[in-house]
């Protein structure tokens, strides 16, 4: 009943069907006095002002009735399912916990800097990294140094710089002086730095063979967490694409569960834990920097 009385109501509001049916009656009254005057000039001017207002609110009226109706049924209908469109992506991504996507890793990084990230949590959480090469946050050591200070556990999984596969490098887009940089990074700024400030936190470097088409960030610190997928579709930031996910929510604890599962296979080649370094195989040769 709803749907036929919307379908039969016209566009037209009231006042405007009023004002419509006034000048029809208006342009008939005009001609029918032209009728009766003998005056030429007078009994013309009446008849065409009569005939120019009964044609012209007359066809608006018939464009209401014909046409208009027709096409705001179907703008309303469109609209509508724009409308519920929307509310169920809304939801879905709610229910799954997205809280945010970014078409470039730029934006992510501009909006959401890890480091704040890390400001906002309390001492004592964990920050894991899967990725191919760990080269922006490598550039960035004051982000570990600032997580292990406030007694982070720090996991950081990077691919072998001596991997012979080279589908897993050319595929994805990661060139190996990238590993070599991160790996360089972590060995002349963070390591002198673990041994002299003895921080509270630990961290963990593993190392990875497998084919990477995305990175992953989980950073919690009891009831507040994050998730970050960036899934790369080439090398500059642009060209990639970044969901922010709710670490409680069902999509951040699938991902949890998958790098769980790829950070247990992952091979450990550094280990801080208890104020001391208790394994450094980072200058062993197959970690150290050869010609690509």
Not at 21 to 31: K, P, R, S, Y
Not at 53 to 58: G, P, S
Not at 96 to 116: A, Q
Not at 239 to 262: C, M, N, Q, S, T
Request: charged share 20%.
């Amino acid at each position: 009943m709803k749907n036929t009385a919307e379908h039969n109501s016209s566009p037209m509001p009231a006042t405007a069907k009023w004002v419509v049916v006034v000048f029809v009656l208006a342009g008939l009254l005009l001609i029918a006095v032209s009728v009766t005057i003998t005056d030429a000039f007078w009994k013309d001017l009446l008849k065409e002002l009569g005939i120019v207002l009964l044609a012209v609110f007359v066809i608006s009226w018939l464009y209401e009735i014909a046409v208009a109706e027709k096409y705001f049924t179907t703008f309303s209908r469109r609209l509508r399912d724009i409308i519920e469109s929307g509310e169920s992506l809304a939801a879905a991504c709610q229910q799954l916990g997205i809280i945010r996507i970014f078409p470039r890793r730029d934006d992510f990084d501009r909006d959401h800097p890890i480091t704040d990230m890390v400001a906002r949590l309390g001492d004592g959480g964990t920050l894991r990294i899967v990725a191919r090469s760990l080269f922006h946050i490598a550039n960035k050591p004051e982000v570990l140094k600032a997580a292990l200070s406030r007694g982070f556990q720090v996991e950081l999984c990077i691919c072998d710089s001596a991997v012979s596969d080279q589908n897993v490098l050319s595929l994805t887009d990661t060139q190996p002086a990238d590993i070599q940089a991160a790996l360089g990074a972590f060995r002349s700024e963070i390591v002198p730095w673990l041994q002299e400030k003895k921080p509270s936190g630990s961290v963990e470097v593993k190392t990875h063979t497998h084919l990477l088409f995305d990175s992953f960030l989980h950073i919690e610190s009891g009831s507040m967490g994050w998730v970050v997928l960036d899934l790369s579709f080439g090398r500059d930031l642009s060209a990639k694409r970044v969901f922010l996910i709710d670490a409680f929510k069902p999509f951040g604890l699938d991902l949890k569960r998958r790098y769980d599962r790829f950070w247990r296979q992952a091979t450990t080649v550094f280990k801080y834990a208890h104020s001391g370094v208790a394994l450094n195989s980072l200058d062993t040769p197959s970690n150290l920097p050869h010609a690509p």
